[in-house]
């Protein structure tokens, strides 16, 4: 060991790393076992349709070349999509990726944070990397966020708010009813980040916040993303629709061709293949139903499901019931103490993580 070491900055020694979701090979691995399956990261049981592998393969042979930095093309195809200008959209490396950039945008040290906590895992690691102040708000005893306490917290010296909607990992989702009403006494200087990563799973009758929202708040920020209902989550591609002024400060923060040309190509493709990706997600909201009335027909009780998981609130069982899932090779993510989230995945799956809870604990 050498006698002294360049030193990290304080905020990125405190930091906690990052924790993905366990692979299945770990599991098998860990408890001996085979067969397991990986219901920890909300992916897409399905792999990409062959229009957007066949598009991928075509842009790889041009890999000695680099992409388009701004990804114009994507930019204009979801503007063409979603009815907006495109100046609104921008592209980033998977809606994290973005929403570092919104980070490196607003947050100096010392600025307030405002989040309802449990919510998604990057946003404290994302404040304190840039040494802002956390405040959190606490969730309701329905686990959905409790909108009284975020008015409360949000004051004009708030420089950031993070809505992810459905919430990770509770699964609870606004109403743009309920947001316009926050929003209405929020400063236009606060920006309002509104993470809809599960969008494609949504109610729709919850309203969509693109449409009747970012046209009234220059404050508020849309981010998105292929990783989930498009199954793209190993390309890295995402998107914010935001004011055309917003976004390009935004824009400002992308590292050099951090929107590769592979998931340019399959952002494109997949924009392409919409209806043979609802096809899917419909498949999925299916399985979603299935296994919440199975669940709640075995006396679990639940948060509302409006994502590609499941919340089951278990309390201090949490830790116990996680691993006697993954000792059965049923993969999930626990919270420990609070919760564990499963992954709607296939109807095989799905069922042995049904069958196995049942084989592993009875609701309290
Ligand atoms: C999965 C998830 C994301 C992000 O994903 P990317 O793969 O980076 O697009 C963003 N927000 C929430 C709340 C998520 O659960």
Redesign the pocket.
């Given at each position: 060991m050498p006698a002294e070491l360049p030193h990290a900055r304080p905020a990125v020694d405190q930091l906690p790393a990052y924790r993905p979701g366990k692979g299945a090979a770990q599991a098998e691995a860990e408890h001996g076992i085979t067969n397991a399956i990986k219901l920890a990261?909300?992916e897409n049981p399905d792999p990409p349709l062959d229009s957007i592998l066949a598009a991928v393969a075509a842009t790889a042979a041009g890999a000695n070349r680099y992409a388009d930095h701004r990804a114009t093309a994507v930019r204009e195809r979801i503007g063409t999509w979603l009815d907006v200008d495109p100046r609104s959209v921008t592209v980033?490396?998977?809606?994290?990726?973005?929403?570092q950039q919104l980070f490196l945008t607003f947050v100096d040290p010392g600025d307030e944070v405002v989040y309802p906590w449990r919510?998604?895992e990057?946003y404290p690691v994302y404040t304190r990397l840039m040494a802002g102040r956390e405040v959190t708000t606490p969730l309701t005893a329905d686990h959905a966020f409790d909108l009284d306490a975020l008015a409360a917290a949000i004051t004009p010296t708030t420089r950031m708010v993070l809505l992810?909607t459905?919430?990770?990992?509770t699964g609870t989702a606004l109403r743009t009813s309920e947001l316009r009403e926050l929003l209405q006494g929020v400063s236009p200087r606060t920006v309002v980040v509104i993470?809809?990563?599960?969008r494609e799973f949504v109610d729709p009758a919850l309203g969509d916040p693109v449409r009747e929202l970012v046209p009234d708040f220059p404050n508020v920020v849309v981010?998105?993303?292929?990783?989930?209902a498009h199954g793209?989550?190993g390309i890295?591609?995402?998107y914010a629709i935001g004011h055309p002024d917003v976004i390009a400060s935004i824009d400002k923060t992308l590292f050099p061709f951090a929107v590769n040309g592979l998931a340019q190509a399959a952002a494109l493709a997949a924009i392409d293949a919409i209806d043979e990706i609802q096809v899917r997600v419909d498949r999925i909201l299916a399985e979603r139903s299935r296994v919440v009335s199975a669940l709640m027909a075995d006396g679990w009780q639940l948060p509302d499901a409006q994502?590609n998981f499941v919340y089951l609130p278990l309390g201090e069982r949490t830790d116990a019931i996680y691993l006697e899932l993954e000792k059965r090779g049923v993969v999930t993510r626990p919270f420990s103490n609070e919760g564990i989230r499963v992954t709607i995945g296939s109807e095989e799956q799905n069922t042995r993580f049904l069958t196995t809870l049942a084989e592993v604990a009875r609701p309290a």
């Open positions: 990261s909300n980033g490396a998977g809606s994290v990726g973005l929403l919510s998604f990057v992810a459905p919430n990770n990992p993470d809809e990563a599960y981010t998105r993303t292929f990783s989930k793209l989550a890295r591609v995402g994502a």
